[in-house]
């Protein structure tokens, strides 16, 4: 099964992504995690990529699309893929189409985060990620258990350079101007559903589950 989760920063796209691909047993792409890689590892990827991602704007269209197909090329995209954090744009989502017919693939379902602006600067203001796996934390909505430390892998938790006010402000300006269309995008392909995702992660979890169990009969989880 290929899904795309959509939404704003914050509406909990990561948390979401991991938690149903862990359920549905495949291969989480998240673009935003696979960038951190790339700038923590110092490649020319990251190089390029750092000051897009300090500055809150989008990266390069082209840039992103290399490092897309470049993931898509390994075998455990195959059975299917939680896609996180792209496309952004109308362009990459013609891209995305491009680049899965060319495949012989196509998205199965779309899931659209619908969270509102207070929850938002709450959920990314108290952020703390995990510097090794990506996992994501909150400081009073979902703490670690001990203190600054991933309870998946044992990494150091931080916040996010791009979690700052002045820049989830560029974020949510960028993702009103160019990520918002998308909706409109998907619903013409009659595979989007729109979460309230102001809740608890593990309610909207279930919600979802159910959304895809509507659409896939073949669904087993
Ligand atoms: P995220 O972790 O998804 O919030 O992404 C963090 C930052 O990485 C964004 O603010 C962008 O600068 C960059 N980024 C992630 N995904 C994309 C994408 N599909 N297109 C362009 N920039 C992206």
């Known amino acids: 099964m290929r899904i795309i989760l959509l939404g704003p920063p914050g509406a909990g796209k990561g948390t979401q992504a991991k938690a149903l691909a862990a359920r549905l047993e495949l291969p989480h792409i998240s673009t935003g995690d696979l960038l951190r890689q790339n700038v923590s590892q110092g490649s020319a990827l990251g190089k390029q990529a750092q000051d897009f991602m300090n500055r809150g704007v989008l990266v390069p269209d082209e840039l992103i699309k290399e490092m897309l197909i470049e993931r898509f090329s390994r075998p455990d995209v195959q059975c299917g893929f939680i896609l ?5 744009n109308i362009n990459q989502a013609q ?21 509102s602006e207070s929850v938002i600067i709450q959920r990314l203001s108290g952020r703390l990620a995990c510097g090794s796996c990506g ?5 009073t909505n979902m703490p670690p258990k001990k203190a600054m430390t991933c309870d998946a892998c044992g ?4 916040q996010r350079s791009d979690d700052k006010e002045e820049t989830v402000k560029k974020r949510l300006e960028v993702y009103h101007k ?12 009659k595979k989007l559903n729109s ?23 073949s669904l087993k989880v």
Do not use: C, W
């Open 95 to 115: 891209t995305l189409d491009e680049i899965l017919a060319r495949m012989k693939m196509d998205i199965d379902s779309v899931v659209n985060l619908n969270a």
């Open 155 to 158: 990494g150091k938790l931080h």
């Open 135 to 139: 996992m994501n934390f909150h400081a």
């Open 195 to 217: 979460i309230p995702a102001d809740g608890d992660a593990k309610i909207m979890l279930e919600k979802i589950v159910q959304f895809l169990k509507e659409r896939h009969d």
């Open 84 to 88: 996180d954090g792209y496309p952004r």
């Open 178 to 189: 160019e990520s918002a269309p998308l909706i409109e995008y998907y619903r013409r392909t």
